[in-house]
Protein backbone atom coordinates (compact mmCIF):
# COMPACT_ATOMS: atom_id res chain seq x y z
CA UNK A 1 0.00 0.00 0.00
CA UNK A 2 1.00 3.71 -0.05
CA UNK A 3 2.23 5.69 2.66
CA UNK A 4 3.35 9.51 2.40
CA UNK A 5 5.50 11.24 4.90
CA UNK A 6 6.54 14.78 5.80
CA UNK A 7 9.12 16.11 7.96
CA UNK A 8 8.98 17.65 10.42
CA UNK A 9 6.09 17.66 12.14
CA UNK A 10 6.23 20.86 13.60
CA UNK A 11 8.79 23.50 13.40
CA UNK A 12 9.67 27.28 14.61
CA UNK A 13 11.82 29.61 12.58
CA UNK A 14 12.80 33.13 12.89
CA UNK A 15 11.83 35.62 10.89
CA UNK A 16 14.63 35.33 7.52
CA UNK A 17 15.92 32.09 8.33
CA UNK A 18 16.13 29.26 5.42
CA UNK A 19 13.16 26.55 5.26
CA UNK A 20 13.55 22.94 4.04
CA UNK A 21 9.65 20.73 4.24
CA UNK A 22 10.23 17.32 2.84
CA UNK A 23 7.77 14.85 1.35
CA UNK A 24 8.17 11.26 0.28
CA UNK A 25 5.64 8.87 -0.91
CA UNK A 26 6.08 5.22 -1.05
CA UNK A 27 4.25 2.11 -2.72
CA UNK A 28 3.98 4.02 -6.00
CA UNK A 29 5.83 4.91 -8.84
CA UNK A 30 5.45 8.79 -10.76
CA UNK A 31 3.09 10.36 -8.61
CA UNK A 32 1.89 13.72 -9.18
CA UNK A 33 3.20 15.67 -6.14
CA UNK A 34 1.25 18.23 -4.64
CA UNK A 35 2.56 21.10 -1.88
CA UNK A 36 -0.91 22.85 -0.35
CA UNK A 37 -0.69 25.74 2.69
CA UNK A 38 -3.28 25.98 5.19
CA UNK A 39 -3.42 29.38 7.20
CA UNK A 40 -5.63 30.16 9.98
CA UNK A 41 -8.28 31.09 8.12
CA UNK A 42 -8.83 26.95 6.84
CA UNK A 43 -8.88 27.37 3.12
CA UNK A 44 -6.47 25.19 1.41
CA UNK A 45 -4.23 26.57 -1.38
CA UNK A 46 -1.94 25.52 -3.65
CA UNK A 47 1.64 26.16 -3.93
CA UNK A 48 2.97 23.54 -6.34
CA UNK A 49 2.26 20.58 -8.45
CA UNK A 50 4.79 18.13 -9.97
CA UNK A 51 3.90 15.64 -12.49
CA UNK A 52 7.54 14.46 -13.09
CA UNK A 53 11.37 15.21 -12.62
CA UNK A 54 11.56 18.54 -13.23
CA UNK A 55 8.39 19.03 -14.24
CA UNK A 56 7.16 21.37 -11.52
CA UNK A 57 3.92 24.47 -11.70
CA UNK A 58 3.96 27.42 -9.09
CA UNK A 59 0.05 28.56 -8.72
CA UNK A 60 1.16 31.38 -6.73
CA UNK A 61 4.25 33.68 -6.64
CA UNK A 62 6.14 33.85 -3.29
CA UNK A 63 9.19 33.45 -1.80
CA UNK A 64 9.06 29.69 -2.01
CA UNK A 65 10.22 27.36 -4.10
CA UNK A 66 9.70 23.11 -4.80
CA UNK A 67 11.97 20.77 -6.11
CA UNK A 68 11.33 17.42 -6.77
CA UNK A 69 15.38 15.72 -6.70
CA UNK A 70 13.86 11.80 -7.07
CA UNK A 71 10.83 10.63 -8.33
CA UNK A 72 8.95 10.51 -4.98
CA UNK A 73 10.47 13.23 -3.18
CA UNK A 74 9.32 16.30 -2.84
CA UNK A 75 10.44 19.13 -1.37
CA UNK A 76 9.66 23.06 -0.06
CA UNK A 77 12.12 25.42 0.41
CA UNK A 78 12.64 29.31 0.94
CA UNK A 79 15.97 31.17 1.26
CA UNK A 80 14.43 33.82 3.78
CA UNK A 81 11.58 33.38 5.71
CA UNK A 82 8.62 35.34 6.43
CA UNK A 83 6.18 36.32 8.88
CA UNK A 84 2.89 35.55 6.47
CA UNK A 85 4.69 32.06 5.31
CA UNK A 86 3.59 30.77 8.99
CA UNK A 87 0.86 28.05 8.87
CA UNK A 88 -0.12 24.67 7.98
CA UNK A 89 2.00 22.69 5.26
CA UNK A 90 0.52 19.88 2.94
CA UNK A 91 2.06 17.50 1.29
CA UNK A 92 -0.22 15.17 -1.26
CA UNK A 93 0.26 12.77 -3.99
CA UNK A 94 -1.97 11.21 -6.70
CA UNK A 95 -1.89 8.61 -9.35
CA UNK A 96 0.35 9.88 -12.40
CA UNK A 97 -1.98 8.30 -14.74
CA UNK A 98 -4.53 10.57 -13.93
CA UNK A 99 -7.38 6.82 -14.02
CA UNK A 100 -7.50 7.92 -9.67
CA UNK A 101 -7.67 11.74 -9.60
CA UNK A 102 -8.37 11.81 -5.78
CA UNK A 103 -4.85 12.80 -4.17
CA UNK A 104 -3.80 11.32 -0.57
CA UNK A 105 -2.45 13.59 1.96
CA UNK A 106 0.30 13.71 4.57
CA UNK A 107 0.39 14.52 8.35
CA UNK A 108 1.23 17.73 7.62
CA UNK A 109 4.28 20.22 9.10
CA UNK A 110 3.08 23.32 11.28
CA UNK A 111 5.61 25.94 10.79
CA UNK A 112 5.60 29.26 13.09
CA UNK A 113 7.57 32.14 11.86
CA UNK A 114 8.65 34.03 14.47
CA UNK B 1 -13.19 28.36 -14.41
CA UNK B 2 -14.09 26.14 -11.27
CA UNK B 3 -15.24 27.07 -8.51
CA UNK B 4 -16.71 25.28 -5.32
CA UNK B 5 -18.77 26.65 -3.04
CA UNK B 6 -19.49 25.76 0.46
CA UNK B 7 -21.87 28.41 2.30
CA UNK B 8 -22.15 26.29 5.60
CA UNK B 9 -18.85 27.85 7.70
CA UNK B 10 -19.51 26.03 10.59
CA UNK B 11 -22.40 23.80 11.63
CA UNK B 12 -22.77 22.80 15.45
CA UNK B 13 -25.13 20.12 16.22
CA UNK B 14 -25.40 17.63 19.24
CA UNK B 15 -24.81 13.60 18.68
CA UNK B 16 -27.56 11.61 17.03
CA UNK B 17 -28.97 14.25 14.83
CA UNK B 18 -28.45 13.83 11.26
CA UNK B 19 -26.31 16.90 9.31
CA UNK B 20 -25.96 17.73 5.95
CA UNK B 21 -23.16 19.43 4.32
CA UNK B 22 -23.74 21.46 1.32
CA UNK B 23 -21.46 22.06 -1.77
CA UNK B 24 -22.34 23.74 -4.83
CA UNK B 25 -20.01 23.36 -7.43
CA UNK B 26 -19.45 25.64 -11.05
CA UNK B 27 -17.70 24.07 -13.73
CA UNK B 28 -17.86 24.45 -17.93
CA UNK B 29 -16.73 20.83 -18.63
CA UNK B 30 -18.70 17.54 -19.13
CA UNK B 31 -16.33 15.49 -17.43
CA UNK B 32 -15.31 15.83 -14.04
CA UNK B 33 -14.74 14.64 -10.68
CA UNK B 34 -15.86 15.34 -6.98
CA UNK B 35 -14.67 14.83 -3.95
CA UNK B 36 -15.41 15.10 -0.34
CA UNK B 37 -12.55 14.95 2.14
CA UNK B 38 -12.45 15.05 6.17
CA UNK B 39 -9.66 16.64 8.34
CA UNK B 40 -10.06 15.94 11.87
CA UNK B 41 -8.29 18.31 14.58
CA UNK B 42 -4.73 15.97 13.55
CA UNK B 43 -4.55 17.95 10.72
CA UNK B 44 -4.30 15.44 7.93
CA UNK B 45 -6.82 15.10 5.20
CA UNK B 46 -8.97 12.34 5.12
CA UNK B 47 -10.32 10.99 1.58
CA UNK B 48 -14.03 10.18 1.91
CA UNK B 49 -15.21 9.54 -1.77
CA UNK B 50 -14.54 10.51 -5.80
CA UNK B 51 -18.05 10.68 -7.77
CA UNK B 52 -17.49 10.72 -11.76
CA UNK B 53 -20.09 13.23 -13.58
CA UNK B 54 -21.64 10.90 -15.43
CA UNK B 55 -22.71 8.46 -12.15
CA UNK B 56 -25.46 10.53 -10.83
CA UNK B 57 -26.17 6.91 -8.43
CA UNK B 58 -26.80 8.21 -4.36
CA UNK B 59 -23.90 6.37 -2.73
CA UNK B 60 -24.15 4.87 1.30
CA UNK B 61 -21.14 3.91 3.12
CA UNK B 62 -22.03 3.00 6.77
CA UNK B 63 -23.15 6.81 8.39
CA UNK B 64 -22.18 8.61 5.61
CA UNK B 65 -24.78 9.10 1.91
CA UNK B 66 -24.23 11.46 -1.12
CA UNK B 67 -26.08 13.02 -3.02
CA UNK B 68 -25.08 14.20 -6.54
CA UNK B 69 -27.70 16.25 -8.79
CA UNK B 70 -26.27 17.39 -11.43
CA UNK B 71 -29.10 19.55 -12.24
CA UNK B 72 -28.39 21.58 -9.65
CA UNK B 73 -24.38 21.27 -9.46
CA UNK B 74 -24.83 20.18 -6.00
CA UNK B 75 -22.75 17.13 -3.98
CA UNK B 76 -23.96 17.48 -0.74
CA UNK B 77 -22.90 15.21 2.24
CA UNK B 78 -25.31 13.57 5.08
CA UNK B 79 -24.42 12.23 8.11
CA UNK B 80 -26.77 9.98 10.08
CA UNK B 81 -26.66 9.95 13.52
CA UNK B 82 -23.65 12.21 14.03
CA UNK B 83 -20.88 11.48 16.98
CA UNK B 84 -17.92 13.51 18.67
CA UNK B 85 -16.33 11.67 16.20
CA UNK B 86 -17.13 13.10 13.10
CA UNK B 87 -16.19 16.85 14.49
CA UNK B 88 -13.51 18.06 11.88
CA UNK B 89 -13.91 19.98 9.07
CA UNK B 90 -15.29 18.59 5.96
CA UNK B 91 -14.15 19.83 2.33
CA UNK B 92 -15.51 19.68 -1.21
CA UNK B 93 -13.36 19.29 -4.15
CA UNK B 94 -13.60 19.00 -8.16
CA UNK B 95 -11.59 18.10 -10.48
CA UNK B 96 -11.74 18.20 -14.44
CA UNK B 97 -10.60 15.70 -17.03
CA UNK B 98 -7.31 15.70 -17.58
CA UNK B 99 -6.57 18.00 -15.16
CA UNK B 100 -3.77 17.57 -11.96
CA UNK B 101 -5.52 19.67 -10.03
CA UNK B 102 -8.29 19.73 -7.26
CA UNK B 103 -10.25 22.81 -6.98
CA UNK B 104 -11.23 23.11 -2.93
CA UNK B 105 -14.04 25.02 -0.95
CA UNK B 106 -13.09 26.67 2.03
CA UNK B 107 -14.55 23.90 3.81
CA UNK B 108 -17.26 23.53 6.76
CA UNK B 109 -16.57 23.13 10.60
CA UNK B 110 -18.93 20.54 11.76
CA UNK B 111 -18.82 20.68 15.97
CA UNK B 112 -20.38 17.49 17.47
CA UNK B 113 -21.11 17.84 20.88
CA UNK B 114 -22.14 14.94 23.43
Known amino acids: SQTIHQWPATLVQPVGSPLSLECTVE??????LYWYRQAAGRGLQLLFY??????ISSEVPQNLSASRPQDRQFILSSKKLLLSDSGFYLC?????????????FGPGTRLTVT | AQKVTQAQTEISVVEKEDVTLDCVYE???????LFWYKQPPSGELVFLIR??????QNEISGRYSWNFQKSTSSFNFTITASQVVDSAVYFC???????????FGKGTMLLVSP
Open chain 1, 92 to 104: AWSDGGASLPEQY
Open chain 1, 27 to 32: GTSNPN
Open chain 1, 50 to 55: SIGIDQ
Open chain 2, 27 to 33: TRDTTYY
Open chain 2, 51 to 56: RNSFDE
Open chain 2, 93 to 103: ALSEAGYSTLT
